[in-house]
Nanobody, 120 residues
Framework: QGQLVESGGGWVQPGGSLRLSCAAS????????LGWYRQALGEQREMVAT???????QDMDSVKGRFTIDRDNAKNMVWLDMSNLKPEDTAVYYC??????????????WGQGTRVMVFA
């Protein structure tokens, strides 16, 4: 699998919105399942949202209705649109991929992460 490069993190006030982007290299992007994880300081990394190679999204309950994952295979891109952000959403967010096309076990590939900070 190729590289995953995240962007779009930063500071936002509670209630605000951010869009995280993940650009992937390689010509088999369309085959992969993709996802976003996050890791807050002192916490374990947790799954936020995933999307299969067929485009089926799955969100973690704590972000359901606030975060949306989407992908564009023609652009080798996956995004995480985050709205109504809360301080507890503060974390480093990682893009990840599974080469099998569906979410099973740990991802095969990770990006370097982008930091999101939510505070007034």
């Amino acid at each position: 699998q190729g590289q995953l490069v995240e962007s779009g993190g930063g500071w936002v006030q509670p209630g605000g919105s951010l869009r995280l982007s993940c650009a992937a290299s390689g010509d088999q992007f369309y085959m992969y399942a993709l996802g976003w994880y996050r890791q807050a300081l002192g916490e374990q990394r947790e799954m936020v949202a995933t999307i299969t190679n067929g485009g089926g999204p799955q969100d973690m309950d704590s972000v359901k209705g606030r975060f949306t994952i989407d992908r564009d295979n023609a652009k080798n891109m996956v995004w995480l649109d985050m709205s109504n952000l809360k301080p507890e959403d503060t974390a480093v967010y990682y893009c990840a991929s599974w080469s099998g096309g569906y979410v099973a076990g740990q991802p095969n590939n990770w990006g370097q992460g982008t930091r999101v900070m939510v505070f007034a």
